[in-house]
């Protein structure tokens, strides 16, 4: 087996997620980045190459107990969400950055959904959720 680091696989992942994914003015993307101890989100717009709105538990007013928790990212989700519609972006796509879609980035994810971004995502979702408790009942 080849002893490779996690940081050298994830990058990898990253790069071919990368090849899929690519905000434009319309839809720009939404990145994120975690640490062991602080969470980051960027919505950028890759035709122009300028970030419109970013976020993280390095910022004074979204700063916790610690920012490496499930908590802080719910709190960075809802404060990114906040700042793109305020720019009026409503849809993104979303960029997990080569992490595992659970724990933080689940939880991120999950708030800038229920602050307003992407909004018929998750309603189909919880359409879905629905549609699958009544068949076992």
Do not use: C, W
Request: zero cysteines.
């Amino acid at each position: 087996m080849a002893k490779t680091s996690r940081a050298v696989v994830r990058t990898a992942v990253h790069k071919r997620i990368r090849r899929k994914v690519s905000g434009t003015t319309q839809h720009p993307r939404l990145a994120i980045y975690r640490s062991l101890n602080h969470i980051y989100a960027q919505v950028i717009d890759d035709e122009q190459g300028v970030t419109l709105v970013s976020a993280s538990t390095t910022e004074k007013d979204l700063r916790g107990a610690t920012g490496g928790n499930i908590e802080a990212a719910k709190r960075v989700g809802r404060e990114i969400a906040e700042r793109a519609l305020a720019k009026g972006i409503s849809r993104i796509v979303f960029d997990r950055g080569g992490y595992l879609y659970h724990g933080r980035i689940k939880a991120l994810t999950e708030a800038v959904r229920e602050a307003g971004l992407n909004k018929d995502e998750s309603t189909a979702e919880s359409a879905e959720s629905e549609t699958d408790e009544n068949q076992e009942q």
